[in-house]
């Protein structure tokens, strides 16, 4: 048990060397005792210190507890509060990537990870089933292999090293885990993802993880179903999604609905939207007609922007009426001169202070931006007279991914959707002992997708536990909250709303529990 133990503990350790120093095709990380092929050397070595050290007597590892998605059952959410939600009205959701990370390494093309097995004496650790049926093109078998397909080299290699490290994370976490993971570098374009899938594929993959894009997946997704293959993708393209395919990114139409929904039950009447102009920003029009609409209204405002534009600054003065609050303001003090009064002069004084008279054509704001993008606008809105404290500026996870918000006094008071944020600051944390750097934010997605892999892995144990079923309605619960994934392809989560805090974010309305059917 101990010698196990400490197997586990080093497994990080040994993935993390092996991907900086390793220059060989592939590699694989198993669960069943595989011998590594590639590495003999390094096994060897690893081997031989575990023999010392079991000689010596072993320190209990500092191995983290088990995190499994727990079934959702009737009777587990009768005890909890009622916070649920219902399937999507409209199926609009983002088709790119907003991902601001750049490598500079250009390595071969696939990798492949190994690791030992994981002692079966933590076997009631299992992931929780939460389904009877099974979805067919895996129910031929067990899953057993697992295809891990990122960009491990070229522009966005950060990111998908981080996707890796989290993945890894959650297969040495989850005990009695009998998969293999087969790990292959997409290098970030679509050549190389129909590359490495033909090499999963080949391989005799049952499962694939990945790719990142949504071009890449669209790229494999027929070698995959011609393969009877199910692909989890990391990437938020709608588009991409069918049978046997799904999106496991976080699709923007359901936090546009989520975030315009609870600004229009909080009071706020007039929403306006400005956003990229591109196919983000047209689907991010298109949902907020489709809110609001429910609600007997139209956008009060919809403005479209180059990022980089030279003219954003000029935008956003037009969108917020500037000029013409100026000219009110001119002609309301023009007017209190004439009347030469106490009344008018105590209304003159309460004018010195102010750039403009009259509020926006709009109460709230929609800015899906991110980053850069976010941190530029809002000082905008503000320079021109937009009071955070009577317009309500309201964003999606991209403000999640954005650092220090509470920094910018623009967006202080400010509220945007999210994940729950205690499930993914107790990942962060992890993440961080293991690794020693702060993930990307979009990293949890890379440790949820092991979970499901971890959960299709689990044949059928009992009556009370019956095999996982990806399409369960009543979804599955990961770091970043319930999740289900839809026949359809598509996925939907439960999203929280927060606060920009001056210290931080606050959350102002719970992330469900449950999905309403």
């Given at each position: 048990?101990?010698?196990?133990?400490?197997?586990?503990?080093?497994?990080?350790?040994?993935?993390?060397?092996?991907?900086?120093?390793?220059?060989?095709?592939?590699?694989?990380?198993?669960?069943?005792?595989?011998?590594?092929?590639?590495?003999?050397?390094?096994?060897?070595?690893?081997?031989?210190?575990?023999?010392?050290?079991?000689?010596?007597?072993?320190?209990?590892?500092?191995?983290?507890?088990?995190?499994?998605?727990?079934?959702?059952?009737?009777?587990?959410?009768?005890?909890?509060?009622?916070?649920?939600?219902?399937?999507?009205?409209?199926?609009?959701?983002?088709?790119?990537?907003?991902?601001?990370?750049?490598?500079?390494?250009?390595?071969?093309?696939?990798?492949?990870?190994?690791?030992?097995?994981?002692?079966?004496?933590?076997?009631?650790?299992?992931?929780?089933?939460?389904?009877?049926?099974?979805?067919?093109?895996?129910?031929?078998?067990?899953?057993?292999?697992?295809?891990?397909?990122?960009?491990?080299?070229?522009?966005?290699?950060?990111?998908?090293?981080?996707?890796?490290?989290?993945?890894?994370?959650?297969?040495?976490?989850?005990?009695?885990?009998?998969?293999?993971?087969?790990?292959?570098?997409?290098?970030?374009?679509?050549?190389?993802?129909?590359?490495?899938?033909?090499?999963?594929?080949?391989?005799?993959?049952?499962?694939?993880?990945?790719?990142?894009?949504?071009?890449?997946?669209?790229?494999?997704?027929?070698?995959?179903?011609?393969?009877?293959?199910?692909?989890?993708?990391?990437?938020?393209?709608?588009?991409?999604?069918?049978?046997?395919?799904?999106?496991?990114?976080?699709?923007?139409?359901?936090?546009?609905?989520?975030?315009?929904?609870?600004?229009?039950?909080?009071?706020?009447?007039?929403?306006?939207?400005?956003?990229?102009?591109?196919?983000?920003?047209?689907?991010?029009?298109?949902?907020?007609?489709?809110?609001?609409?429910?609600?007997?209204?139209?956008?009060?405002?919809?403005?479209?922007?180059?990022?980089?534009?030279?003219?954003?600054?000029?935008?956003?003065?037009?969108?917020?009426?500037?000029?013409?609050?100026?000219?009110?303001?001119?002609?309301?003090?023009?007017?209190?001169?004439?009347?030469?009064?106490?009344?008018?002069?105590?209304?003159?004084?309460?004018?010195?202070?102010?750039?403009?008279?009259?509020?926006?054509?709009?109460?709230?704001?929609?800015?899906?931006?991110?980053?850069?993008?976010?941190?530029?606008?809002?000082?905008?809105?503000?320079?021109?007279?937009?009071?955070?404290?009577?317009?309500?500026?309201?964003?999606?996870?991209?403000?999640?991914?954005?650092?220090?918000?509470?920094?910018?006094?623009?967006?202080?008071?400010?509220?945007?959707?999210?994940?729950?944020?205690?499930?993914?600051?107790?990942?962060?944390?992890?993440?961080?002992?293991?690794?020693?750097?702060?993930?990307?934010?979009?990293?949890?997605?890379?440790?949820?997708?092991?979970?499901?892999?971890?959960?299709?892995?689990?044949?059928?144990?009992?009556?009370?536990?019956?095999?996982?079923?990806?399409?369960?309605?009543?979804?599955?619960?990961?770091?970043?909250?319930?999740?289900?994934?839809?026949?359809?392809?598509?996925?939907?989560?439960?999203?929280?709303?927060?606060?920009?805090?001056k210290t931080g974010p606050v959350v102002v309305d719970d992330a469900p529990l449950r999905f309403l059917y």
């Amino acid at each position: 048990m101990k010698r196990s133990i400490l197997v586990s503990s080093l497994g990080v350790c040994i993935l993390n060397f092996v991907r900086k120093h390793c220059k060989a095709s592939h590699y694989h990380i198993s669960s069943k005792g595989t011998k590594v092929l590639a590495f003999p050397l390094l096994i060897s070595l690893i081997w031989a210190i575990i023999g010392c050290q079991s000689n010596q007597g072993l320190v209990e590892s500092q191995r983290h507890e088990v995190i499994v998605p727990p079934a959702l059952s009737s009777e587990k959410i009768d005890q909890k509060k009622d916070k649920r939600i219902s399937k999507p009205k409209n199926e609009f959701y983002f088709g790119k990537e907003r991902l601001g990370l750049h490598g500079k390494k250009d390595p071969e093309t696939s990798i492949i990870l190994n690791r030992q097995n994981v002692s079966e004496s933590d076997a009631e650790e299992k992931p929780q089933a939460l389904g009877a049926k099974i979805l067919p093109s895996i129910s031929k078998k067990k899953i057993s292999e697992v295809g891990i397909l990122l960009p491990l080299s070229g522009n966005v290699d950060q990111i998908g090293g981080a996707l890796l490290d989290s993945i890894q994370l959650a297969f040495f976490e989850v005990s009695n885990l009998n998969v293999e993971l087969l790990i292959f570098d997409t290098r970030g374009t679509v050549e190389g993802a129909k590359q490495a899938a033909d090499l999963a594929i080949n391989s005799g993959v049952d499962l694939i993880l990945g790719p990142l894009f949504g071009d890449s997946t669209r790229a494999i997704a027929p070698m995959a179903k011609e393969a009877g293959i199910t692909l989890i993708s990391f990437s938020n393209d709608h588009l991409v999604a069918q049978e046997g395919v799904y999106v496991f990114g976080f699709l923007p139409s359901q936090q546009i609905t989520r975030i315009v929904n609870f600004a229009l039950e909080s009071g706020y009447r007039n929403l306006a939207a400005f956003v990229p102009d591109n196919y983000f920003g047209k689907l991010a029009i298109e949902t907020s007609k489709n809110a609001v609409l429910l609600q007997g209204k139209d956008l009060s405002r919809a403005q479209y922007y180059q990022p980089d534009g030279e003219n954003l600054t000029e935008l956003v003065k037009n969108f917020a009426d500037y000029q013409i609050r100026r000219e009110n303001l001119t002609t309301q003090r023009r007017q209190l001169l004439r009347q030469k009064d106490e009344i008018a002069a105590s209304l003159l004084s309460k004018l010195q202070g102010m750039d403009t008279f009259g509020n926006p054509p709009f109460d709230s704001v929609l800015l899906p931006a991110g980053g850069s993008d976010l941190k530029r606008l809002a000082p905008l809105f503000a320079f021109f007279d937009v009071d955070p404290s009577r317009v309500k500026l309201l964003g999606t996870t991209l403000w999640d991914e954005t650092a220090d918000l509470n920094l910018e006094p623009a967006l202080v008071g400010a509220w945007y959707v999210a994940p729950a944020p205690k499930g993914v600051g107790e990942f962060i944390e992890r993440f961080k002992k293991h690794y020693g750097y702060k993930p990307p934010r979009l990293a949890t997605l890379g440790y949820d997708a092991m979970l499901v892999a971890a959960a299709l892995s689990q044949t059928v144990r009992s009556e009370e536990q019956p095999a996982f079923d990806i399409h369960d309605p009543r979804g599955f619960i990961g770091v970043d909250g319930i999740i289900r994934l839809l026949p359809n392809g598509l996925n939907e989560r439960g999203y929280a709303v927060l606060e920009v805090g001056k210290t931080g974010p606050v959350v102002v309305d719970d992330a469900p529990l449950r999905f309403l059917y």
